[in-house]
């Protein structure tokens, strides 16, 4: 990030709470902070529920077979579990329909402040920076990275959703933006889940690739180059991997990314009801949990995003 950036988005989402006698009513409100009385509360039931941690062995059981339990998530689940997240778009507008050249501009400036690394590119002498301006975007893209053609190459703008599920993010990407210079690729851990998104009525390969892909796996090839994505989706996903692997993760990813590129992320935060509700037992290290269906979750801070 940028040195000195204030790079937080500004709050969203209308769940106000009137009636203090509907508290329970949601699991998150957007108009109230805690206290400390209660934050401590949250903070007590952490530690009961987490004074006992599963062994060695059962940490490495749901390590090992991580990928067989989100398979059978979705087994069981097929596509009725999630719906559609039509709020991507008032929390992360670069998602959103075609831009307005003022529009553009701005997107490129917060790509550029919100860059993995914050790096920057290169000066060009006068000479160079008039051939560039006789290319479009399509062809710059082309003469970098389609040497070797792959699925999307040339398209002007391209986006991966790492842990795209059954496709409840991909496809409202898709119907909201109908732009023939858009390639949307998504992957998941899961197979079944990977194969219900192509089973979907609206998957085309014009517009839309899905893979299979454990992104702990670092030998795995993508079926695209580096610094190719103009934009990376973690919406739900960094939870499931092990905290210890989380910044090779990050750092992988990021390799991916134009300059200037951006990773959207957003997951469960500390304190979530989920985590004050996990029995004893559940506990495999601070704050990461595994689920009774075998899959696990970490409950992050804003800090420690900060510090991946």
């Given at each position: 990030m940028?040195?000195?950036?204030?790079?937080?988005?500004?709050?969203?989402?209308?769940?106000?709470?009137?009636?203090?006698?509907?508290?329970?009513?949601h699991?998150?409100?957007?108009?109230?902070?805690?206290?400390?009385?209660?934050?401590?509360?949250?903070?007590?039931?952490?530690?009961?529920?987490?004074?006992?941690?599963?062994?060695?062995?059962?940490?490495?059981?749901?390590?090992?077979?991580?990928?067989?339990?989100?398979d059978?998530?979705?087994?069981q689940?097929?596509?009725?579990?999630?719906?559609?997240r039509?709020?991507l778009?008032t929390?992360?507008?670069?998602l959103?329909?075609?831009?307005?050249?003022?529009?553009?501009?701005?997107?490129?400036?917060?790509?550029?402040?919100?860059s993995?690394?914050?790096?920057?590119?290169?000066s060009?002498?006068?000479?160079?920076?008039?051939?560039?301006?006789?290319?479009t975007?399509?062809?710059?893209?082309?003469?970098?990275?389609?040497?070797?053609?792959?699925?999307?190459?040339?398209?002007?703008?391209?986006?991966?959703?790492?842990?795209?599920?059954?496709?409840?993010?991909?496809?409202?990407?898709?119907e909201?933006?109908?732009?023939?210079?858009?390639?949307?690729?998504?992957?998941?851990?899961?197979s079944?889940?990977?194969?219900?998104?192509?089973?979907h009525?609206?998957?085309?390969?014009?517009?839309?690739?899905?893979?299979?892909?454990?992104?702990?796996?670092?030998?795995?090839?993508?079926?695209?180059?580096?610094?190719?994505?103009?934009?990376?989706?973690?919406?739900?996903?960094?939870?499931?991997?092990h905290?210890?692997?989380?910044?090779?993760?990050?750092?992988?990813?990021s390799?991916?990314?134009?300059?200037?590129?951006?990773?959207?992320?957003?997951?469960?935060?500390?304190?979530?009801?989920?985590?004050?509700?996990?029995?004893k037992g559940?506990?495999?290290?601070?704050?990461?949990?595994?689920r009774?269906?075998?899959?696990?979750?970490?409950?992050?801070?804003?800090?420690?995003?900060?510090?991946?």
């Amino acid at each position: 990030m940028a040195d000195g950036a204030d790079c937080s988005r500004p709050q969203f989402g209308n769940r106000f709470l009137s009636d203090p006698a509907k508290v329970f009513e949601h699991n998150a409100w957007d108009n109230v902070e805690w206290d400390s009385e209660q934050e401590k509360a949250a903070q007590q039931k952490i530690d009961e529920n987490s004074c006992i941690k599963l062994g060695e062995d059962e940490q490495a059981l749901f390590e090992d077979k991580a990928g067989s339990f989100w398979d059978e998530f979705y087994m069981q689940h097929q596509n009725r579990f999630f719906k559609d997240r039509h709020w991507l778009f008032t929390e992360f507008p670069e998602l959103s329909g075609p831009e307005t050249p003022d529009q553009g501009e701005a997107s490129r400036m917060s790509r550029n402040n919100l860059s993995p690394g914050n790096e920057t590119q290169p000066s060009t002498d006068s000479k160079n920076d008039s051939a560039v301006t006789e290319m479009t975007d399509n062809e710059l893209t082309s003469s970098r990275h389609c040497v070797q053609e792959y699925p999307g190459c040339g398209k002007k703008k391209q986006i991966l959703e790492v842990g795209c599920g059954v496709g409840n993010t991909v496809f409202p990407i898709l119907e909201a933006n109908n732009d023939p210079t858009l390639f949307v690729y998504c992957c998941d851990f899961s197979s079944n889940a990977i194969n219900l998104v192509k089973e979907h009525p609206d998957y085309s390969e014009d517009r839309c690739l899905a893979f299979v892909c454990d992104i702990t796996d670092s030998s795995f090839v993508f079926p695209f180059p580096n610094e190719s994505l103009d934009i990376i989706i973690l919406i739900f996903v960094l939870s499931a991997v092990h905290p210890d692997k989380m910044p090779a993760v990050i750092c992988r990813l990021s390799k991916l990314l134009k300059p200037g590129g951006l990773i959207l992320f957003r997951d469960y935060g500390r304190y979530d009801m989920a985590q004050l509700r996990f029995k004893k037992g559940k506990c495999l290290s601070d704050n990461f949990y595994v689920r009774g269906d075998g899959t696990r979750v970490y409950f992050f801070t804003q800090g420690f995003t900060e510090a991946i």
